[in-house]
């Protein structure tokens, strides 16, 4: 299996080549560069702003300086500086971010799991009644419903018509950082956000825990197993349920790479300050140094998430074989 | 096994055509009954259908009587006016009719939505037949580049391009959407025709010697035609989702232009979500509705192309 891992880990280097190919100099496109913005509206020489942009290396060929990006990144670390924002070190800027993405993450996968995994056990093991059929619906409609409208909803019904959330931002300012209000603050800002995506993101697992649970209803060793006289509860915690699990942990590398990328479209909305947001708001503001960083960031993520993934899946059940 | 092989080959070379014919008249037939009996068998389906219907032939007919520099002229002195008899669902912040807007948007998203799952849908199953198809090692690099193209951040890369790209329209926007759209079809087109060219009527063909595209388009794609309706409905409910979506983060329809979109943003103003409902509410309802009618038209769909899961 190691070596299988070595060689996903060894085709990541010339993926991640592209990619930060792709969007350094689709980025170069964009109007503006590293010096638009330093000035703001100060009147500076011409004269001067040639002479910087000489010294920044502004002026070099484009594969040059693609060259040098790369370079500090694979050394350093260092993506750069962000255009706006006072000119910060981007894996600064990221970094904070990333914290708030990550509580985010970790509250909705919290959410999802609580809910999903009974929704599942209850569908299968309740097969054909009113129950299951109002389950599978939910899956159906949740699998539609785009999340800005449900976000939408969900902000205009509990935030502004009930109040019982927060509209905006991660956690109110005024409170003293480290307290035991502050943490509350922060815990009641994101539960709003964190129940939207996860109403969403149920549906998979839901679906494939209730079509394992059939499956495995009618195998042997359930069959052994009530005939042993074991408790139907018993059988489904202890033995259906471990097996069913399976398709679920290789969803877990998924969900590891997602905690660090973020939701654009939640945070957004929610105004809430992570990496989807900033995505958005260096877009806007022409900021690529930041956006570049993210997209080529969100890229290794996801495909370490597969990878991961992958091994889990082998770790859970050796029968598997990763090629 | 040689033996057999022979055997089978012999067979359908003895009335090739006959053969074909009655098979693609029998499936051609089966799939249309099984599909209209799986929906009238779950009302569900058949309510979304005929909601679905009703909703695109309003909007489509509507959309007709109305005039496009009319409906998004800006009128200052009526902006932001609530529910009258005059404007059935009040004013936006340029002053235009609300509802005109909104049946012209629905219009302008339905038609993205289909064109996009049209396009990526003919990406999807040339890639995917194609690899399938020849399998070996036109597959193995074929599908090795989607695996690696499907793992980019997409929604990430359309925004950026939609930046770059100095003077975007519909067009350019179809055309993004569909780029980015088609993986998860070649995924399913390619196992499916994978499976489908190991069959006695691709070798039949090949030892008549039928060209190989020939056999590709007029003998394995219409087995496809079941599996290919699923995705493309499912598809198109999820490119309603994401044009809303991209124009909400305000990277989408440009600014003015009528779309489901545009009037969901409107509802970015924390002003507009309180107290301004008229103007988001009916648009975020419309989408709701449309996808939902959709994704459950589409799991009729599903069932009917899978004989394992079908209610009648």
Redesign the interface.
């Known amino acids: 299996m190691w070596k299988t891992v070595v060689r996903r880990l060894l085709i990541l280097i010339p993926?991640l080549l592209?990619?930060s190919a792709?969007?350094f100099f689709?980025?170069q496109?964009?109007p503006g560069d590293a010096l638009t913005g330093v000035f703001g509206e100060m009147d500076v020489d011409a004269q001067i702003i040639e002479e910087l942009r000489e010294e920044f290396g502004l002026n070099d060929p484009l594969l040059q300086q693609y060259g040098r990006w790369v370079w500090g990144i694979v050394t350093e670390f260092d993506f750069g500086r962000t255009l706006t924002q006072g000119r910060r070190p981007v894996t600064d800027l990221i970094g904070e971010r990333m914290a708030n993405s990550v509580r985010l993450a970790i509250l909705t996968l919290i959410f999802q799991y609580a809910l999903a995994i009974p929704l599942g056990v209850i569908a299968a093991r309740r097969r054909g009644t009113v129950i299951d059929k109002a389950i599978v619906?939910y899956t159906?409609?949740a699998?539609?419903?785009?999340?800005?409208?449900l976000a939408?909803?969900m902000?205009?019904t509990f935030g502004?018509n009930l109040s019982w959330f927060p509209?905006?931002g991660s956690v109110d300012v005024l409170l003293e950082t480290g307290s035991f209000a502050y943490f509350i603050s922060r815990i009641h800002h994101l539960i709003l956000p964190s129940i939207t995506a996860a109403l969403l993101g149920t549906v998979f697992i839901i679906n494939i825990l209730r079509s394992e649970i059939i499956d495995a209803q009618n195998s042997d060793y359930v069959t052994t197993a009530r005939s042993k006289g074991v408790p139907a509860g018993r059988i489904y915690s202890k033995h259906i349920l471990r097996n069913s699990a399976l398709p679920i942990v290789s969803m877990l590398g998924f969900a590891v790479a997602g905690l660090f990328?973020g939701s654009?479209?939640i945070e957004?909305i929610f105004s809430y300050p992570g990496i989807g947001q900033l995505?958005?708001t260096s877009?806007?503001t022409?900021d690529f140094p930041v956006?570049n960083a993210?997209?080529l960031m969100?890229?290794f993520l996801?495909?370490m998430g597969?990878l991961i993934g992958d091994v889990l899946l082998t770790v859970v059940d050796p029968r598997i074989r990763v090629r | 096994m040689d033996n057999l092989d022979n055997k089978v080959d012999a067979t359908a070379i003895g009335d090739p055509m006959d053969k074909k014919m009655l098979k693609a008249e029998k499936r051609k037939i089966a799939f249309t009954t099984v599909l209209w009996k799986e929906i009238k068998a779950d009302k569900?389906a058949l309510v979304s259908l005929i909601l679905l219907v009703g909703i695109v032939l309003t909007v489509f007919i509507w959309s007709m009587f109305l005039d496009a520099a009319e409906v998004t002229r800006m009128n200052l002195p009526m902006v932001n006016r609530p529910p009258s008899q005059e404007h059935v669902l009040g004013t936006d912040d340029g002053g235009r009719d609300v509802l005109n807007f909104m049946v012209m948007g629905a219009r302008n998203s339905l038609n993205i939505a289909f064109f996009v799952t049209i396009i990526a849908a003919s990406i999807g199953v040339l890639v995917g037949i194609t690899a399938g198809f020849y399998g070996g090692r036109v597959d193995n690099v074929m599908m090795r580049i989607v695996d690696?193209v499907s793992?980019?951040?997409f929604?990430?890369?359309i925004?950026?391009?939609i930046?770059?790209i100095p003077r975007y329209g519909i067009v350019h926007f179809i055309l993004l959407m569909s780029l980015f759209g088609w993986f998860g079809i070649s995924r399913q087109v390619r196992a499916r025709a994978l499976q489908q060219g190991r069959l006695d009527y691709v070798s039949a063909a090949k030892t008549l010697g039928t060209p190989n595209p020939v056999i590709i388009f007029r003998e394995v794609l219409p087995n496809l035609v079941s599996i290919l309706s699923v995705l493309m409905t499912l598809n198109l409910?999820n490119n309603?989702?994401?044009e809303?979506?991209l124009t909400?983060?305000?990277?989408g329809m440009p600014h003015g232009t009528p779309s489901l979109g545009n009037l969901?943003a409107l509802?970015r103003v924390?002003v507009v979500?309180?107290h301004r409902?008229w103007q988001?509410?009916p648009a975020?309802l419309l989408?709701?509705v449309i996808?939902?009618c959709?994704?459950?038209v589409g799991?009729a769909v599903n069932r009917a192309a899978d004989a394992r899961q079908r209610l009648v």
Do not use: D, K, Y
């Open positions: 993926q592209f990619i792709a969007v689709m980025s496109a964009m619906l159906f409609a699998m539609a419903m785009p999340t800005i409208v939408l909803l902000l205009f502004f509209i905006r990328t654009i479209f957004t995505f958005v877009i806007t022409r956006s993210l997209v969100t890229a996801i495909a597969a | 569900l690696t793992m980019l951040p929604l990430m890369i925004i950026l391009f930046v770059i409910a309603v989702g994401l809303v979506g909400f983060l305000g990277f969901i509802a924390p979500m309180e409902w988001w509410i975020s989408v709701l996808a939902l959709i994704n459950f799991q």
